[in-house]
Structures are given as C-alpha cells and as structure tokens.
C-alpha cells in the first residue's frame, strides 16, 4: 500500500482533483501510459497501476470530438484508477476533471516531461516498495564507501564510530540500522528518524554527532558495501592472515562482503577499519596485496 498524501509530497504534485483515498493498493513500482486505452484497447490493461498522461496522450485526446472523447475517458475511469498524472503542465480537459471526481479518482498534474517524471516515480515507489529488515550495527560512510559495523553489544561499535567521525568519515546510523533491499544487489541503510544523528557511548550517554560535528559529519542513508564483524580476541581461532579469501555474509538474499575484525586492548579500531575500506575498494579495481605477494613467491620459486 501507498499513502496517497506522501507520493503527492514526495513527488511534488499538484493536486487538481482530490481523493476521498488515503492509500493507494500499489504493489509494484510500474507505471502505465494509457494511449491503447484511450483507443479503446483494454485487454491486459494494469488498472492498478497509476497512469500517466503526456503530450502524445493528450493530442489524442484533443483530437477527438467531445462525444467521442467523453466516451472513451468514461471507459478509462470506470476500471477505478489509483490516480492520473499529467505531465508538461498540461491541464486536462473539462469531462476528465468531471469523470475523475466521479469516480473518486486523484487527477494530479508535473511540470516535468513524462520520461523523467516516470523514472522519478519509479525511484520512489521502489523506495516504499523495497523489503526491509533492522540490524543491530553501525553504518558508516568511510571513503564512500558503506560499512555496517556489527558485534555484540559492548564490544566498540560506536567507539569505533565516533573516532572515524572524528577523522571526517561520517556516520549515517548508530545501534539501529533500517535496511530496505531496493535492486536484487543492492542495500541503502539508514537510521530511524527518532534517534537519527544521535549516538549512544557508554559512560556519557546519547550525544548529537550533528551538532558536534556539523552538517558534514552525518549522512541520512547509504548503500552498505562491506561489514565489519568486530568480535573479543579468541586465541584459539584461526583468523585470516593474508586474505586470499573473501568472506560474504547474507543480508535479505544479498550477499555482501564481510571482515572478522579481533578486537585487543591497544588496538586502533577506527584506523583497521579505514585500511580495510581502502583495500576493499582496491580489490574492486582488481588490485589485492595478497594476490600480488603470491605472485612475487611464485616468481621466487621458479627461479
């Protein structure tokens, strides 16, 4: 479902003729220009879905005469539309207006060109769509890049956190992270609004990263590209020394490049997880440090 008053908000639409609807029963982030329908073509025809009116639409419409135009916007209306948007500016003719308030449909109108009005739209409504999960982490721009720093509570998430700030990263979510899934590869994550910008360290309590840093230390969402695991140090475990292999943990069916990070007393936190920002991105690239030792001791031994 769709709230109504949010998609005219978020949208910026001009509402020229209302809805008793507060939600709209949009399942799918689709749009459909109605121009087969306004000919009289209704087989396989997404009613559900919201139609968008343009220019070629419109001249059609212009086109025809009053009989014959009132008929046709009847049959459109009558399949009980979410809504109808119209593009350019344009303003609709007198019977849609009249039609449209009859059937209890929203006519709203952009002054955007239908193609990029539609890909706004979409980027909207994948937003809303997108399925969401909550983790217990920190998410942290770092480099431009995403890191979602996870542990159990008390091991030095936020610490951690709050030394990058320091060091001009910026924190986007602390303790609460809302993960929505927007592509089949692809996670944004963000912060609850009420505790957004707020972080909590233990022996001081919640403290504003906004206000003490400024606007530039803190973001509203960002793609989460890697994770740092932090965990106590084990001294029985065998823990990845040269990182041949790349970990991958599963967030809502997306697998994501994750790091074991021991934590020691004495031990920099925030600068492991910086180098570990910047030797992801190289290994993006297609350079790994790794890689390239293995190589210089295969040289080694052939010769």
Known sequence: MINAQSFIQALKLQVLSPTSQKEWDIHAAEFNRPG???VGFYEHFPHDWPQVVGLTEMSYLESLTDDVRRKRLEAFFSYHVPCMIICRGMLPS??????????????????????????????YLNRCLAPRATLH?????????????TGESGVGKSEAALELV?????????????????????????????????????????????????????????TIDLIIHLEPWKEKKAYDRLGLTDDFTTIMD??????????QPGRNVAVV???????????????????ELDRRLSEQMEQ
Request: with cysteine.
């Open 166 to 222: 320091r060091r001009g990263h910026q924190l986007v979510a602390d303790d609460v992270v809302d993960i929505c899934r927007i592509t089949e590869n692809r996670l944004i994550g963000e912060a609850p609004e009420m505790v957004r910008h707020l972080m909590e360290i233990r022996g001081i309590g919640i403290i504003d990263i906004k206000a003490m840093y400024g606007i530039s230390a803190v973001l509203t969402s960002k």
């Open 36 to 38: 087969l329908q306004f």
């Open 254 to 263: 997306v697998r994501v490049p994750q790091v074991v990070l021991p934590i």
């Open 94 to 123: 007198h019977d849609m207006m009249e039609l449209a308030a009859k059937y209890d449909t929203a006519m709203l109108r952009t002054p955007q060109v239908t193609t990029r009005f539609i890909a706004n739209a979409m980027n």
């Open 273 to 291: 997880i910086e180098v570990a920002a910047r030797n992801f991105s190289l290994k993006q690239m297609g350079y790994s440090a790794a890689k």
């Open 137 to 149: 982490g920190v998410l942290v721009d770092v480099y431009g890049m995403g890191v979602l720093i």
